[in-house]
């Protein structure tokens, strides 16, 4: 005898998403991250950078950041644009676009924004030290507000190339992979930023 039931695909993640989790750990911390990190038993690709991070509002609750590394001779620049799912309850999934805009001047990125809607908001200072992996890159950063306060965190980030191969709940489990692997610094999901960084260090828009 055979069934009747036919099981239909599980929905795929959407392209251009960024799924991702954040962390907020002690700077000390970086030291056991790093180690934990390299001890695992896969390739990796391994980057410091460090610079300002410049974001831009609108009122229709998009946001736009501008992003060039303060150490980059290649002149590399990036605008990201993001977009929070609407009746989301965390960050872990959302809508991203990047463009690269290596060699176009500040003053020309901020004026293009700005006739797009985009008004400045505010500028953070971050300091990465990135492993990127096959299928995550783990993150370890500080981050210097415009009041001179620092605050550090972890951040587990899907492959953003390949995210749209997988369902919610495969990317979720590989989240949780790596919760598990970096559990000795007190990574685990009870830890799990509800708000981005966006929404820690935005300005009240006036």
């Given at each position: 005898m055979t069934s009747d039931i036919v099981e239909t695909p599980k929905e795929k993640i959407p392209q251009y998403t960024e799924f991702e989790?954040?962390?907020r750990v002690d700077g000390d911390q970086i030291y056991a991250f790093k180690q934990l990190v390299e001890s695992l038993n896969e390739p990796y690709?391994?980057?410091y950078v460090q610079g300002p991070d410049v974001y831009f509002v609108r009122d229709?609750?998009?946001f736009a950041r501008y992003?060039?590394?303060?150490?980059?001779?290649?002149?590399?620049?990036?605008v990201t644009f993001k977009l929070k799912p609407v009746g989301a309850k965390n960050n872990i999934q959302r809508k991203e676009y990047n463009w690269r805009v290596?060699?176009?001047p500040y003053t020309e990125i901020a004026e293009g924004l700005e006739d797009q809607?985009?008004?400045f908001n505010f500028k953070i200072n971050k300091s990465c030290h990135i492993y990127k992996f096959k299928e995550v890159t783990l993150v370890f950063y500080s981050v210097r507000d415009e009041k001179n306060k620092l605050d550090h965190f972890v951040e587990i980030e899907?492959?953003?190339a390949s995210i749209?191969?997988?369902?919610?709940e495969e990317a979720m489990e590989k989240i949780r992979k790596y919760e598990s692997i970096l559990a000795p610094i007190g990574i685990s999901h009870r830890g799990r930023l509800t708000k981005s960084l966006f929404e820690m260090y935005v300005k009240e828009k006036v």
């Open positions: 989790s954040k962390y690709d391994f980057l229709d609750e998009r992003r060039k590394a303060d150490h980059d001779k290649s002149d590399r620049a990036e290596d060699k176009t809607g985009y008004k899907l492959d953003e749209h191969s997988l369902t919610l």
